[in-house]
Antibody, heavy 114, light 112 residues
């Protein structure tokens, strides 16, 4: 069955870059939209952006200047880079498949703190 | 950006009763070329990722119980749970995927 798993550091210092990877199994990463969504503790969901095989990307304008989503089809992975982070970027980060997303990773809490 | 506004923020319903959650978008999410509403509903329980319940405003995702239904078109949508079960306690979000950024409603917390 389709599975997604986020990985990366759970603690990032302010002004540094948050980097997460999502490993996909059970589905071809050469199809579908692949998304990142985040959820600050106790708050609602925020769409970060997506990538489609071939390189098409779309980002939330509120984050566009700081975010990059990339795809490594050889490893069946896609990644999120968010630079110049602040405490406001502390959240559970989810990777998800398709639009709308019918499969999600379990989520990874990333804390921005010195 | 398309703003999604849900009502109410909190809802308490007795077991076996009907629960209704509303969602309004700041602009239409109906794509005229295919007559589809780009509107989904998610259920999220504590410590879990969101679960897709409904897409295209009214199509139930595979495996979702028939007591969940979605309706509406254009800018006004409704999620209905026909007979509330204990396992339905969760936060529910509407979500538009018509145009980026793909925004979510603020969530409705459903309790018994």
């Amino acid at each position: 069955q389709v599975q997604l798993q986020e990985s990366g550091p759970g603690l990032v210092k302010p002004s540094e870059t948050l980097s997460l990877t999502c490993t996909v199994s059970g589905a071809s990463i050469k199809s579908y939209f692949w998304s990142w969504v985040r959820q600050p503790p106790g708050k609602g969901l925020e769409w970060i952006g997506y990538i489609y095989y071939g390189g098409t990307t779309s980002y939330n304008p509120s984050l566009r200047s700081r975010v990059t989503i990339s795809l490594d089809w050889s490893k069946s992975q896609f990644s999120l880079n968010l630079n110049s982070v602040t405490a406001a970027d502390t959240a559970v980060y989810y990777c998800a498949k398709d639009r709308p997303s019918n499969y999600w990773g379990q989520g990874m809490l990333v804390t921005v703190s010195s | 950006d398309i703003v999604m506004t849900q009502s109410p923020d909190f809802l308490a319903v007795s077991l076996g009763e009907r629960a209704t959650i509303n969602c309004k978008s700041s602009q239409s999410v109906l794509y005229s070329s295919n007559n589809k509403n780009y509107l989904a509903w998610y259920q999220q329980k504590p410590g879990q990722p969101p679960k897709l319940l409904i897409y295209w405003a009214s199509t139930r995702e595979s495996g979702v119980p028939a007591r969940f239904s979605g309706s509406g078109s254009g800018t006004d949508f409704t999620l209905t749970i026909s007979s509330l079960q204990a396992e339905d306690v969760a936060v529910y979000y509407c979500h538009q995927y018509y145009s980026p950024p793909h925004t979510f409603g603020q969530g409705t917390k459903l309790e018994i």
